[in-house]
């Protein structure tokens, strides 16, 4: 394949955006009454407005063929076939594997692995149900009130995340919480109100030996332990594993009947539908869980047979690589109208700027182009107060994701419609915004005009969705992964590997002894880092 930007739907694609890049939005809906319904497209419950968007039907033509011509098609049935796709780590990606129902076949290495799948959410059901149930007991024979997830990066944002956004179907009667900074405060501040008899710890670890997840099961442990006179035979009843690594958890002393499984073919920023759901599957049961797999598996299969001009992750991934490409965006604001989803931005940090967050290509070679986006964003309208007046008035183009509901999970009074008024007006405002002769004949005095000017223009998608359920939270999740994996397609990059965290893990554990040394050690770091670790060790002698 050639390389990216000698592909003829690249290059159709500059000239093309010679002569749009000063269209206005006020005037390609003026000069076309159907835009708006033609660039709408809808499947598995979700709705997607992106008539908003810079861009045209040709747009959209070209964009499709820039796809095709990246290998789209073929890229997207090789990763639900099993093949090791993620090269620089010779794995499968499989998370769709996750939500496949009962009795389809995917292979890795030859073995069907949907039964596995299954398997290991009937043992999850089976255990969510005794706890639930009360028939779990703690050491001391008291129910478990208190359900503690340990795990960081893709073990804790999406099990986070998740509780936050189902927080409306979760078991009330129990505290969740998560524990996730090696900072001290994260663990006593999480356990100080909550009795050890009656908390069960979730120990998510894909390898069972990441630093700050490890160094907070240890103290949730002593924690533990201390509460029970130090008998270790209470871990069996206060401590669960979520992990690859059998051999560390029994290491660890959680015995492996309490351990839940998943396999190397599933991303960690990509596990928040394998076992590292526990802490959802506790909190909302095994029906609401397997509710939100089954949203998840609907979008999986809009994303793998719908045409691409009608397919929503491919539509959403391509906006991104027309704003970051050509017109040489730096982010994109994520903004869920649903204060149950305000973890969703947090959480799409880490899906879309982990898995493109790349230089260089698959090849290994330095790529001469913008690849992934910074994602950021909060709930609105809490935005509205604060951000978004850099996205209305400002000098960044950040295309923004409105996401909205059309009923609320609280409705109380009028709130529901003045927030999804919110919603639109955002929308509307960014892309016509209000010229200086509207400002005028509203009989500002002229040194205020251009302040009180909207040059409109911005980009953004209008997510509507019918309420958020379980299956929903599962579609629009699935729905970014897809749109993350249309644009590491077309840059030809890696979107599931994550080198980039290693370098600093590395560094640190060359410091820790540095820093807990009883004399002086030899530092031989650069002269700022030097400095700063005699600094931090006269500042502890002090
Ligand atoms: C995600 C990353 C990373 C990972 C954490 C936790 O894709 O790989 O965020 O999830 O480093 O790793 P463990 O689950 O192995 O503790």
């Not at 090789?78 to 496949?100: C, P, S, W």
């Not at 990509?270 to 959802?280: F, V």
């Amino acid at each position: 394949m050639p390389p990216l930007t000698v592909r003829p739907a690249w290059k159709a694609l500059q000239a093309h955006y010679g002569t749009l890049k000063d269209a206005h939005l006020r005037q390609l809906f003026a000069d076309d009454p159907g835009r708006a319904d033609r660039l709408t497209a809808a499947a598995a419950g979700v709705l997607l407005d992106y008539s908003k968007n810079r861009v045209t039907d040709e747009t959209v033509r070209l964009l499709v063929q820039l796809a095709e011509e990246s290998g789209l098609r073929g890229h997207i049935d090789a990763m639900f076939r099993g093949d090791k796709i993620n090269a620089t780590e010779n794995r499968a990606v499989l998370h769709v594997a996750l939500r496949a129902p009962k009795g389809e076949t995917i292979t890795v290495d030859g073995v069907n692995v949907v039964p596995e799948v299954h398997q290991v959410l009937d043992r999850m059901a089976a255990f969510a149900d005794k706890v639930r149930s009360g028939q779990w007991t703690g050491h001391t024979g008291k129910p478990i009130r208190n359900v503690i997830n340990v795990g960081i990066g893709g073990s804790d944002l999406g099990p986070v995340m998740a509780y936050e956004a189902l927080r409306h179907y979760s078991d009330r009667s129990r505290t969740f919480r998560f524990v996730s900074n090696v900072d001290g405060t994260d663990f006593a501040e999480a356990a100080r109100d909550l009795d050890p008899a009656e908390t069960l710890f979730v120990i998510s670890s894909k390898t069972f030996t990441t630093l700050e997840t490890m160094t907070n099961a240890r103290t949730a442990r002593d924690w533990s332990l201390a509460a029970f006179g130090g008998d270790a035979k209470a871990v069996a009843r206060h401590f669960v594993a979520v992990s690859t690594n059998a051999a560390e958890v029994t290491k660890f002393g959680i015995d492996t009947a309490n351990m839940f499984g998943f396999w190397d073919w599933v991303g960690g920023r990509y596990s928040m539908d394998s076992a590292i759901g526990l802490s959802t599957m506790l909190a909302v049961g095994p029906a609401g869980f397997r509710e939100m797999l089954a949203g998840f598996h609907e979008m999986d299969e809009h994303f793998r047979t719908a045409p691409f001009e009608k397919n929503l992750p491919v539509l959403m991934g391509l906006l991104n690589v027309w704003y970051a490409d050509f017109f040489g965006s730096q982010t994109v604001a994520v903004l869920p109208y649903d204060q149950y989803l305000k973890r969703f931005p947090a959480y799409l940090q880490q899906l879309t700027m982990e898995s493109n967050g790349k230089r260089v290509t698959l090849a290994g070679v330095e790529v001469d182009y913008q690849t992934g986006p910074v994602f950021w964003g909060e709930p609105g309208t809490n935005g509205q107060h604060s951000f978004y007046q850099l996205i209305h008035q400002g000098t960044h183009l950040i295309p923004c994701d409105f996401v909205g509901f059309a009923h609320s999970l609280n409705p109380l009074g009028r709130h529901h419609d003045l927030l999804m008024a919110n919603v639109f007006a955002q929308a509307e405002a960014l892309a016509f915004g209000k010229t200086a002769e509207q400002v005028k004949a509203e009989g500002v005095p002229d040194h205020l005009v251009p302040h009180k000017t909207f040059p409109g223009n911005r980009p953004s998608n209008v997510l509507l969705l019918d309420r958020l359920t379980p299956a929903a939270l599962g579609k629009l999740v699935a729905l970014y992964e897809h749109s993350v994996f249309t644009q590491g397609t077309v840059w030809g990059i890696d979107s599931f590997d994550q080198w980039g965290v290693e370098l600093g893990k590395v560094l640190a554990q060359r410091i820790v002894p540095e820093l807990e040394a009883a004399n002086d050690p030899e530092l031989k770091h650069d002269g700022s880092t030097n400095a700063l670790i005699r600094r931090y060790r006269a500042a502890r002698r002090a």
